[in-house]
């Protein structure tokens, strides 16, 4: 639970590159412009799944996967659970 207070309390931090956000946008099948929003969205939820694991996030809700570095708070990549 504490992870996931750390990761709620710099949601304003979470960004990513040009990369991830063609690869997200890939990943997850979505054409959205503002693919942090979306993210930080889906994190947000409170049905969202929370834990840390080494150096990375992991945010679970319903069928997708958010990886997101703890340190640097960039969302490395998302996928679709199957």
């Known amino acids: 639970m504490e992870d996931k207070k750390i990761l709620l309390d710099n949601i304003n931090k979470i960004h990513t590159t040009e990369l991830g ?4 946008k890939r990943n ?3 054409d959205i412009v503002d693919v942090v929003e979306y993210c930080k969205n889906k994190v947000l939820d409170e049905n969202c799944h929370i834990y ?3 150096k990375n996030w992991y945010c679970e809700i319903e069928n997708v996967k958010i990886t997101i570095n703890s340190y640097s ?3 490395i990549t998302a996928h679709i659970i199957k």
């Open 28 to 30: 997850l099948k979505i």
């Open 52 to 54: 840390k694991q080494g």
């Open 73 to 75: 708070y960039t969302i």
């Open 21 to 24: 956000v063609d690869r997200i």
